[in-house]
């Protein structure tokens, strides 16, 4: 697993975009199958996702936290994960899913361990997630 380089904190919940990277995939029971590496996505992999469904109905992207920018920053964080959370029970002995953004998620930032049990759970709200800037 390639470690990201430092930066601005991570929205791991963001759109399909030239520039962010693609980091999960919807699996078929709906939970979210985490890459061992992100992916950068260009304008090739955009065209073709938008062939079929909304592709962040179907994929996991990251980019940069847009905090007060975003509906879901409720002041001081954002509010998705702490949404999932609160009707996701967390199991204290849970392994953390191997993840290529933890060091720059804003979720586990967030909420630690607890965050990447619930994180499994989302898949992107497209009707309030915020336009996110590329990575690069
Ligand atoms: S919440 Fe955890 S598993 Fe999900 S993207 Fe952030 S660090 Fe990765």
Known sequence: MAALPRGAPLCPSSTCAEGHLLIGV??????IQLLP??????AGFVDTAHKGRAPEKRFRFASPCQAAGC??????????IDSVLAVVPLQAEAELPGC???????WFAQSGAGACQGCAYVVTDLG?????????
Do not use: K
Request: proline share 5%.
């Open 26 to 31: 919807v699996g078929s029971g709906g939970l």
């Open 37 to 42: 590496d992100a992916l950068p996505v260009d």
């Open 71 to 80: 509906a879901q920053w409720t002041g001081q964080r954002c509010g998705v």
């Open 100 to 106: 290529s953004i933890r060091g720059r998620c804003r």
């Open 128 to 136: 309030t997630t915020a336009a996110h800037p590329a990575l690069i």
